[in-house]
């Protein structure tokens, strides 16, 4: 069973870049698509964008000026880049594996969640 | 604001059946979009419940059930348990915003 964790600095400064990192254990990265989503305190989950092994991505318009995706097959990660952070991008932040079985693809596998928040 | 809008709550005494709707519009449940549902635990990240409208994941009880008319989505829960206490979430694609979107969340309380 794949499993995925997230990791990266856990508090992030106002105007200043969020990164952070999924590592894919139990499987391989390739041949599947990689997604980001967040959930800040108390509300709804929110799709960022997701990545596909050989790199190509598709982001949220909402997100889409501020972000970049990237994968490293070598070493089963993939990452996630948010520029400009306001106290609106604190969240929990989840990476999930992206299934395409249908018109709309779902996400089976999700990582435990890591929290950022953006303070100075 | 989503665009999937879903109760603020639901509940119900245990062993009996709830409901939760999942109202969109022409641009994502109105068309040939799935819908896929999750259920998250207090403190936990969410886990698939339902995909493609009404199929379930290996592991899934069969008193979970999807589906899907016109603009809206259901999920059903039959024999409510303790365990079944949760934030629930359906998930589909709009194609006005480009993107996949969730739906506002239900809270299940059995009561």
């Known amino acids: 069973q794949v499993q995925l964790q997230e990791s990266g600095p856990g508090l992030v400064k106002p105007s200043e870049t969020l990164s952070l990192t999924c590592t894919v254990s139990g499987g391989s990265i390739g041949s599947y698509y990689w997604s980001w989503i967040r959930q800040p305190a108390g509300k709804g989950l929110e799709w960022i964008g997701r990545?596909?092994?050989?790199?190509?991505?598709n982001y949220n318009p909402s997100l889409k000026s501020r972000v970049m995706m990237s994968v490293d097959t070598s070493k089963n990660q993939f990452s996630l880049r948010l520029t400009s952070v306001t106290a609106a991008d604190t969240a929990i932040y989840y990476c999930?594996?992206?299934?395409?079985?249908?018109?709309?693809?779902?996400?089976?596998?999700w990582g435990q969640g890591a929290l950022v928040t953006v303070s100075s | 604001q989503s665009v999937l809008t879903q109760p603020p709550s639901v509940s119900g005494a245990p062993g009996q059946r709830v409901t939760i709707s999942c109202t969109g519009s022409s641009s994502n449940i109105g068309t040939p979009y799935d819908v896929h549902w999750y259920q998250q635990l207090p403190g936990t990240a969410p886990k698939l419940l339902i995909y493609?409208?009404?199929n379930r994941p290996s592991g899934v009880p069969d008193r979970f059930s999807g589906s899907k008319s016109g603009t809206s989505a259901s999920l059903a829960i039959t024999g409510l348990q303790a365990e079944d206490e949760a934030d629930y979430y359906c998930q589909s694609y709009d194609s006005s915003l480009s993107g996949y979107v969730f739906g506002t969340g239900t809270t299940v309380t059995v009561l």
């Open positions: 493609g409208n009404n």
């Open positions: 990545i596909y092994a050989s790199a190509n991505t």
């Open positions: 999930a594996r992206t299934l395409v079985r249908g018109v709309v693809p779902h996400f089976d596998s």
